[in-house]
């Protein structure tokens, strides 16, 4: 251990270990500072712009397209280009940056593996600097993951391409300080991503790929692009080097989906249907808007009028600017059940043929185990081509705002209700135990499904909406429910692993961010100063 290393105007809290020290030089901390010194003010204020944009929408204005941006929606522009490895992207894996699911990732039957810092993380420090490190070594070809059993792991020739998946500009590192304030989350990690595989990646005819999460709106893009921008400067790369990836996973996004386009055209090659996320951005969104109150959470699928809305107008948009309509995620995770297994596939299967005949570039999925069949819906619908950037959807006509938010029809079940409580407490459980990713009834989930899980109740809350069996969804209903359902939990995890887990203080935290009259913005912020 030596003490920790200052910058001259960054503070870091945690001293520094062997691990820290292979991606903390004096070097990449300058450039962290940089960028830190030169964009933390303006992160600020887009965070202010979120508050004051929600009071709008809280206070009875719905969300709509931007009248003075519509010269952008109109005009003829096109996005600078994409490179040639990112071009087929038909099948994406994504998780955590763990070592051995970074090896089994890249070696999977895909194109891409995203590599995530966000909502697959519980972003303790000794995770995302471990994280670094597993990147680091898959860039150079060095990575191996050795397990207790003795089975040895290591990266195939032909590796997938990786992407990099920052955290989301809400997110703080808290164990680094500037003007004693925690800095940006996503600027830490893609400052480190960047600065120790830039050279690496560009030699061997890849480059610094990014996912960027969360984004609300264009302003935000605009940040992240004079970022790009300022990084290409100060390492005299071309213009454009650094290519990202925007998930729409807010519903204040869609409505600026060309805006986010335009204000990235240098460096961004598509868009992203992030759904898991966006039926939880629409809750939250919507939150005072009791006539756009969510169903059961099984019932808000893609074929729902809005969630249909959504990605038929991200396709139409991305191909419209010659970027990729990337696909969202299939959650399901293979089973040993050969008859279970089948149902599985069968879902995966027409999920992924209703992606790829709207026109979807590519899709996600969460477990190497579905990566054929994902793999044989594209590869049957794209033939000998890459992608669909030709399919334009102009059939479609107008995709007007009513549509994209058109509430969802649909049942609120008690089944329904307890089965979110239950999720929930076990994904809480799991992420302030450090595990961002959790396969919990057959699904691999992240943190959007216990933010759906909480918020939909929350909402149901608020508005006191009943059941289909005619109980009035209360605050007292839930809590008689939470504790029922915790004692459902310890006896699916049996009592050792409930009494050695956290099931306790994961479930006080659910109560506090589902009960509470002012809706938590992201659990995650409560759930990270759990972590170490």
């Known amino acids: 251990m030596t003490q920790q290393i200052l910058a001259t105007e960054l503070t870091f809290i945690k001293p520094f270990y062997d691990a820290e020290k292979k991606v903390l030089s004096s070097e990449s901390i300058h450039f962290l500072e940089d960028l830190v010194v030169r964009f933390a003010d303006r992160r600020k204020k887009l965070l202010e712009d979120r508050i004051n944009w929600q009071k709008k929408i809280d206070n009875g204005q719905l969300p709509e397209f931007i009248p003075e941006t519509s010269s952008i929606?109109?005009?003829?522009?096109?996005?600078?280009?994409?490179?040639?490895?990112?071009?087929?992207?038909?099948?994406?894996?994504?998780?955590?940056?763990?070592?051995?699911?970074?090896?089994?990732?890249?070696?999977?039957?895909?194109?891409?593996?995203?590599?995530?810092?966000?909502?697959?993380?519980?972003?303790?420090?000794?995770?995302?600097?471990?994280?670094?490190?597993?990147?680091?070594?898959?860039?150079?070809?060095?990575?191996?993951?050795?397990?207790?059993?003795?089975?040895?792991?290591?990266?195939?020739?032909?590796?997938?391409?990786?992407?990099?998946?920052?955290r989301g500009l809400h997110l703080s590192e808290k164990h680094i300080l500037y003007k004693n304030e925690p800095i940006s989350g996503g600027l830490f990690d893609f400052a480190l991503y960047f600065y120790l595989n830039y050279k690496q990646l560009l030699a061997k005819g890849s480059g610094p790929y990014f996912y960027l999460p969360k984004i609300q709106s264009y302003h935000e893009a605009q940040w992240w692009s004079d970022v790009f921008s300022f990084t290409e400067e100060r390492f005299n790369l071309p213009k454009g080097t650094i290519k990202a990836t925007v998930l729409i996973e807010t519903l204040p996004a869609v409505f600026q989906m060309d805006e986010i386009l335009y204000h990235l055209r240098h460096h961004i090659v598509g868009l992203n249907c992030g759904r898991w996320d966006y039926i939880f951005s629409y809750i939250k969104t919507l939150k005072n808007h009791a006539d756009r109150v969510l169903p059961d959470r099984q019932s808000v699928t893609m074929t729902q009028p809005f969630l249909s809305a959504y990605s038929r107008l991200l396709i139409k948009t991305c191909h419209r600017r010659g970027a990729f309509a990337m696909g969202g995620m299939s959650a399901f995770i293979p089973s040993k059940d050969p008859e279970q297994n089948q149902i599985v596939l069968d879902k995966v299967r027409a999920d992924k043929e209703l992606e790829a005949n709207n026109g979807h570039d590519g899709t996600w999925i969460a477990h190497p185990g579905l990566a054929d069949i994902a793999m044989e819906v594209f590869s049957s619908k794209l033939g000998e081509r890459p992608n669909q950037l030709m399919v334009s959807r102009e059939e479609d006509g107008e995709i007007t705002a009513a549509q994209l938010l058109e509430p969802s029809l649909g049942e609120r079940t008690e089944d329904g209700m307890r089965a979110n409580i239950r999720v929930a407490v076990q994904y809480i459980e799991a992420w302030i135990s450090g595990n961002g990713c959790v396969p919990i009834y057959g699904l691999m989930e992240d943190a959007a499904t216990a933010e759906i899980s909480r918020t939909s109740i929350w909402q149901w809350i608020h508005h006191e909406k009943s059941l289909t069996n005619g109980q009035k969804v209360t605050k007292e209903l839930f809590n008689q429910m939470l504790k029922e359902e915790l004692a459902v939990i310890k006896q699916e995890v049996g009592e050792v692993r409930f009494n050695e887990g956290r099931f306790t203080e994961a479930s006080e935290l659910m109560k506090r961010i589902t009960t509470q009259d002012e809706l938590v913005d992201f659990l995650t912020l409560p759930g990270y100063q759990l972590l170490d």
Not at 109 to 115: D, E
Not at 126 to 133: A, E, H, L, T, Y
Not at 158 to 165: E, G, Q, T, Y
């Open 73 to 166: 929606r109109s005009g003829d522009w096109k996005i600078q280009g994409i490179p040639d490895d990112l071009k087929d992207r038909r099948v994406e894996i994504t998780g955590p940056v763990e070592r051995k699911m970074v090896i089994n990732a890249l070696n999977a039957n895909v194109k891409v593996f995203m590599a995530d810092f966000e909502d697959s993380l519980a972003p303790s420090w000794n995770k995302v600097i471990d994280g670094q490190i597993n990147l680091r070594d898959a860039v150079n070809g060095t990575i191996s993951y050795t397990n207790e059993q003795g089975k040895r792991y290591e990266l195939k020739s032909d590796p997938a391409v990786l992407i990099a998946r920052v």
